[in-house]
């Protein structure tokens, strides 16, 4: 099992060894545009065939974005943190059931960055930004294009496929700035249009960024539009993906390294023998796995933690007595838990959904023993509007069934 990474990248700086302008000084700007294939919105499909779509991060400006409009040789140019830093988790790809029963739990997500180096001539302000503009549109895509072509069989964007996509947008590119552009300022743009110094495209899988955790990035464009070098760095570190780990490291930094032992061992014990009783309960546990990056970030808030340690404190008092109505305080704890998540994931919609759906079933599952709560759960995927149906004693949930995307997956960490 692969745990989620927290990437960033930093371009820090570039450097101007001939600036190519005869007597003047050169005015560079930079487009950059940060990417993600992951199983936030990608997964392997029964044909062993990628399916979704592409997240593009995009950054601002075009003329004078990088701060500098006078360079000449021997200058160094600092990269803005508004278009060189960007930070991304990177969630491993979700794989069908029958993949996962083979062996295989899941497929390693893609990360990257495109950066184009401009000098600035004749094109005008507007035209330059609708180039900009175009860029990040072709990106989109080109990226959404090339997803389906990715799969067991193909499972990394080659050079050929970088370069088709170079080739698809530098025509949009051009496009956009000419329909941007009035008839004259075409011909003004034509006789000195803004020069492409070059352009780079660093594509990194998931598993390359875990096994190499820091990655030098630097690129050298030595043409007839001067001399450059730009550097920077891909950094990686990974977030825990089971969430009794991610509170585990609260609860010992509070009470001590040996604090937690007997809940994780108890949490553990369930997980690898009795778990296996309540088969759907899987879909539930990969949905808060998926999510185990807002609560390292929800646990920063102090009421929250202290509910996510209380609950993680008498689980094993909790699954001792698997047929005794969970009380109201644990439900608060939970409550409270999920209710604060909502309010730090706006910016990813299936997360907030995932979320969401957890809070509506947990309100159904109010008063019952955990017990009723595992074989309900067990019985249905995550999704929309669940209910409660209480039959001849029995205790279902009733709900409008979605396709999943994810699925149990083996052991690999220490959770």
């Known amino acids: 099992m692969r745990n989620n990474l927290k990437v960033t990248f930093n371009l820090d700086h570039l450097n101007c060894y001939d600036e190519a302008d005869g007597w003047g000084s050169a ?25 979704g779509t592409a997240t593009v991060y995009t950054t601002p400006g075009s003329h004078g974005n990088l701060g500098n409009t006078d360079v000449d040789e021997g200058d160094v140019v600092a990269v803005p943190g508004a278009i060189g830093f960007q930070e991304m988790t990177l969630t491993p790809i979700p794989v069908p059931d029958f993949v996962k029963q083979l062996g295989t739990d899941d497929a390693p997500a893609i990360a990257g960055c495109i950066v184009v180096l401009m000098e600035e001539d004749n094109i ?110 891909v950094t990686t570190a990974e977030i825990p993906t089971c969430p009794a780990n991610v509170v585990k490291e609260i609860f010992d930094a509070l009470f001590g390294g040996s604090s937690s032992k007997k809940s994780m061992e108890v949490l553990h014990h369930f997980r690898d023998r009795d778990m296996k009783k309540y088969t759907g309960l899987n879909l539930w546990w990969t949905l808060a796995s998926r999510n185990s990056h807002f609560l390292v970030q929800a646990l920063k808030n102090k009421e929250v933690a202290e509910a996510a340690i209380t609950l993680f404190k008498e689980a094993p008092a909790i699954l001792s007595n698997r047929d005794k109505a969970i009380s109201e305080h644990h439900f608060n704890c939970a409550t409270k838990v999920l209710e604060h998540i909502v309010t730090l994931n706006t910016k990813e919609r299936q997360s907030r959904k995932d979320i969401k759906r957890s809070i509506d079933a947990l309100h159904l599952l109010k008063g019952k023993s955990p017990n009723q709560l595992f074989e309900a759960l067990s019985s249905v995927q995550p999704a929309r509007y669940p209910s409660v149906n209480a039959l001849g004693g029995s205790f279902k949930l009733k709900v409008t069934k979605v396709k999943s995307t994810t699925a149990p997956r083996k052991k690999r960490s220490d959770c």
């Open 27 to 51: 005015e560079p700007y930079m487009w950059t545009v940060f990417f993600k294939i992951d199983g936030t919105t990608c997964r392997l499909n029964d044909s062993l065939m990628l399916e």
């Open 124 to 233: 005008s302000d507007d035209g330059a930004e609708s180039g900009h503009q175009a860029l990040n549109a072709a990106v989109q895509n080109a990226l959404n294009s090339l997803i389906p072509t990715l799969g067991v069989s193909n499972q990394s964007i080659s050079d050929d496929d970088i370069n088709n996509m170079s080739a698809q947008i530098q025509s949009k590119i051009e496009d956009a700035v000419k329909n941007q552009q009035n008839f004259f300022e075409n011909i003004w743009s034509w006789l000195n249009p803004d020069d492409t110094i070059g352009s780079v495209v660093w594509k990194f899988s998931g598993d390359d960024l875990l096994n190499d955790t820091s990655i030098a990035l630097q690129q050298r464009w030595n043409n007839g539009d001067g001399d450059w070098e730009l550097f920077g760095s």
